[in-house]
């Protein structure tokens, strides 16, 4: 599975869009892009995946770039509640092993 | 559905004292996995497992041990309880088919002395 690099931290506004960027430049063509996030001292929670295309539903969205060499998640309007540490990784459909690989993440501080 | 269940949530063990912690899903998911997460890093994966009677090491496997009996639990044991693995462990399922999420407990915090 590729190798992803995120930015350490970054600071949002409240009600403003937060949007988290991610290189992953070694990606191959049949992995998938998946963003988690997790909220102080609680198990990760899933936010949204996408391979080409890019993907919204009613937490974010994801924005691909051509090349698929890098992304980035957009919360449209970022609330206290989004402050948390979001992952991206990026694995294969076909890596159907069950098997995440954490980075460090990159830490979201929504100011009031 | 309850998700993923993991018990206990806190546990306080001496140093070579065993113990075992549970995960359980009922969603029917053929995998499973078991994270560690120590203070202020991310989560490294212990081990994992794709379905009953399967079990695979992760990142970090030394001192634990795993099986998989049943579709639903998948229990991770400390044979002899080291500080080192003072942490909070995350058990994690998914389904097989195609580009799916994987939901996670709410972890146990464990401390050895």
């Known amino acids: 599975d590729a190798k992803t690099t995120q930015p350490p931290s970054m600071d949002c506004a409240e009600g403003r869009a937060a949007n988290l960027p991610c290189n992953h430049s070694t990606i191959s063509g049949n992995e998938y892009v998946y963003w988690y996030r997790q909220i102080h001292s609680q198990g990760p929670q899933y936010i949204i995946h996408?391979?080409?295309n890019n993907e919204t539903n009613e937490m974010a969205s994801l924005i691909i770039t051509e090349d698929r060499k890098s992304s980035t998640l957009i919360l449209p309007h970022a609330t206290l509640r989004d402050t948390a540490v979001y992952y991206c990784?990026?694995?294969?459909?076909?890596?159907?092993?069950?098997?995440?690989?954490f980075g460090q993440g990159t830490t979201l501080q929504v100011k009031p | 559905n309850a998700g993923v269940t993991q018990t206990p949530k806190f546990q306080v063990l001496k140093t070579g004292q065993s113990m075992t912690l549970q995960c359980a899903q009922d969603m029917n998911h053929e995998y499973m996995s078991w994270y560690r997460q120590d203070p202020g890093m991310g989560l490294r994966l212990i081990h994992y497992?794709?379905?009953?009677?399967?079990?695979d090491q992760g990142e970090v496997p030394n001192g634990y041990n795993v099986s998989r009996s049943t579709t639903e639990d998948f229990p991770l044991r400390l044979l002899s309880a080291a500080p080192s693995q003072t942490s909070v462990y995350f058990c994690a399922s998914s389904r097989r088919d195609g580009p799916y999420e994987q939901y996670f407990g709410p972890g146990t915090r464990l401390t050895v002395t």
């Open positions: 990784i990026v694995r294969a459909l076909s890596s159907n092993t069950g098997k995440l690989i």
């Open positions: 996408g391979l080409k």
């Open positions: 497992s794709v379905g009953a009677g399967i079990t």
